[in-house]
């Protein structure tokens, strides 16, 4: 098989490192490929970039698998902007859009599946609901849709910030937040890409939880004293941060594992966070 991936990111690079073996060619888009040293093995394509580079086309266009991890703009998408055509489906193709749970809005903490209608509140939301349809009329529906919770692993996680002072006990009464670890990521990217069919799956773990009790237990971990707790109406945060805590839904990964068959390597927070720890993590 030949992949490519439209943003060779966090995610993206993890998968590659977790199964690119499984490819005899993969080929990607990063801003700046001179500086990119650490994608030794991966043909390295510019983007943005524009639907005549005939050598980008042609990697696109045989490419066995498409991986798009690109958030879209005020524009909409910029691959399906650029390139178009190039994405129909082709030969059995599949195309994975790394999509996020973000896209089910507020529902008081109550718990939400892939049947819950989006209920996207915020503009970064609302274009992700119009990405994910985008796609599945660029690819006729040919396309495999996987709505990823908050992203924690290597050199990104709670222990991380705790070292760094960084991070902060922010509690607002009855939120939820909803994570995964990006080895669980890059496995369940590969049960799509073996998976015989198309839709659209939540990636998240088993517990949903308060983000200040993360933050508490990496402390634990650490043999620190966790930072004070602050009250959400009155902490002091950039209208992004805030933001996110506007969104308060528990979502249910039950199909992930009915339909792809994905194991969970790190099922809750505490057994990524002892894991990572175990690692050399915040030490």
């Not at 082709?90 to 195309?95: A, E, M, V």
């Not at 660029?138 to 996987?146: F, I, K, M, N, Q």
């Not at 839709?199 to 949903?208: A, F, Q, S």
Request: proline share 6%.
């Amino acid at each position: 098989m030949r992949l490519f991936i439209f943003g060779l990111g966090y995610s993206a690079q993890h998968f590659v490192r977790g199964f690119g073996d499984t490819f005899s060619h993969i080929a990607g888009t990063v801003r700046e490929p001179a500086k990119r040293e650490n994608l030794a093995g991966i043909e390295l394509h510019p983007f943005p970039g524009n639907g005549d580079d005939r050598g980008l086309l042609e990697r696109v266009r045989e490419a066995d698998v498409l991986l798009l991890s690109i958030p879209p703009g005020s524009a909409g998408d910029p691959v399906i902007a650029a390139f178009g055509d190039a994405l129909a489906p082709d030969r059995g193709r599949k195309t994975i859009y790394l999509s996020t749970v973000g896209v089910y809005g507020d529902h008081g903490g109550a718990w939400v599946d892939e049947s819950t209608p989006a209920r996207a509140g915020l503009d970064r939301t609302r274009l992700r609901v119009a990405a994910e349809q985008a796609w599945v009329e660029a690819t006729r529906g040919e396309v495999a849709v996987l709505r990823l919770a908050g992203i924690y692993g290597p050199g990104r996680n709670a222990l991380a910030t705790l070292r760094a002072g960084s991070a902060r006990r922010i509690v607002k009464p009855g939120q939820f937040f909803n994570r995964i670890h990006v080895d669980d990521i890059a496995s369940t990217i590969m049960a799509a890409v073996r998976h015989q069919g198309c839709g659209t799956w939540n990636v998240c773990d088993d517990e949903p939880a308060p983000p200040q009790d993360v933050i508490a237990y990496a402390a634990k971990l650490m043999g620190v004293p966790p930072p004070a707790e602050e009250a959400f109406e009155t902490a002091e945060m950039s209208a992004m941060a805030r933001s996110f805590y506007a969104g308060n839904a528990r979502v249910s990964n039950a199909r992930l594992k009915r339909e792809l068959r994905v194991t969970l390597a790190f099922p809750n927070y505490r057994q990524g966070l002892d894991a990572l720890w175990g690692a050399g993590e915040g030490r």
